[in-house]
């Protein structure tokens, strides 16, 4: 799997690094994407967080999200994309700080 950015150029909403999609390269997701990740800076600036593609709807007026990819079983099972994702985020941020100085 290749992870791909779009950075978020305007600051808005504040806070939002990036958008990021998810290329599958092998098995039968081989030639797909899923689009809908988001690379965030923490409110408390102690790192990054990603969400992961969402479905809004709205229930008496209320906006609420439905997740599009969810566990099976173990509830920490996003966890290992999350991180895959973030990590492949900060290699990108150094290519384009390379890019810019070198």
Known sequence: MVVKFMLNDKGNPPGKLADAEVHFDNDVMAGLKLVGFAVWERRDGTGRNVTFPARQY???????????????????????????????????????HLAMTG
Do not use: T
């Not at 439905?66 to 150094?94: K, N, S, V």
């Open 58 to 96: 709205s229930v008496n007026g209320e906006r609420r999200s439905f997740a599009l990819l969810r566990p099976i079983i173990d509830q920490h099972a996003q966890d290992a994309l999350r991180d895959a994702i973030i990590a492949a985020f900060a290699e990108f941020e150094a290519q384009q």
